[in-house]
């Protein structure tokens, strides 16, 4: 568990860190993930297992799919961490694209199975320039997108896209769908929709996380309440 606490080192060791971490019997620490510091001071937050599996799950029934990811992203952040744990969950080791020469060499490796990634909009903007990166996304179950603006290019297909299948918008494919509704409420039952968030409660919550990981559930936690 040397890689977890924090989180870093090789992406191979950090990979099977998880997957022991994932399968332990009894409850394990929680991990270590330190932010990138894009929103202020970067700071150290406790990921508990259970919360772990909890967004994967929700990821999971969001998506509607599951399967074999493709870690393009640091596993030292929570958005890579997260793609590795997913993978994991459903059954496979992630496929990690630094092991190989390209994006096409890389979704190779997959195999047949639902597949899916997660990029940043500069990644995405790159390989839509390049017709044989196009032909493999459009063999993705899930494009997901964060981490920055989307960029024109990709918001005019999404409005293009807007109305089909279940609300996302197919971008690549018959099977490629590009995910960028994440700030939207999900539809379904009034009682279903998250309470929306005490914006002073939640100020003074995340004054209280500075250099102190270690309240970071039980902060969270009294938030949210």
Do not use: I, N
Not at 16 to 28: M, R
Not at 61 to 76: K, N
Not at 113 to 135: C, E, Y
Request: proline share 8%.
């Amino acid at each position: 568990m040397d890689f977890l606490r924090p989180v870093g080192g090789p992406t191979p060791d950090v990979v099977a860190a998880l997957e022991a971490w994932l399968s332990a019997p009894d409850e394990p620490p929680p991990v270590v993930v330190e932010t990138s510091g894009s929103t202020g001071r970067p700071k150290r937050v406790l990921l508990s297992r259970r919360a772990v599996l909890a967004s994967v799950t929700a990821t999971q029934r969001r998506l509607g799919g599951s399967g074999c990811w493709l870690l393009t992203l640091p596993a030292s952040y929570v958005a890579g961490l997260q793609v590795a744990c997913r993978s994991l969950v459903a059954g496979h080791s992630p496929v990690l694209f630094e092991d190989h020469t390209s994006f096409v060499a890389a979704t190779s490796a997959m195999g047949d199975g639902d597949r899916f990634v997660s990029l940043v909009p500069t990644q995405l903007h790159r390989m839509l320039d390049l017709p044989d990166d196009v032909a493999a996304l459009r063999t993705f179950h899930t494009v997901l997108l964060g981490g920055g603006p989307v960029g024109r290019r990709v918001a005019g297909a999404r409005r293009r896209g807007r109305g089909q299948r279940g609300g996302d918008v197919r971008l690549l494919g018959d099977r490629g769908r590009l995910c960028l509704r994440r700030l939207r409420p999900r539809r379904g039952r009034a009682g279903d929709r998250p309470r929306r968030p005490d914006p002073d409660r939640w100020s003074d919550a995340l004054r209280r996380l500075r250099g102190c990981p270690e309240l970071t559930a039980s902060v969270l936690q009294t938030a949210g309440s």
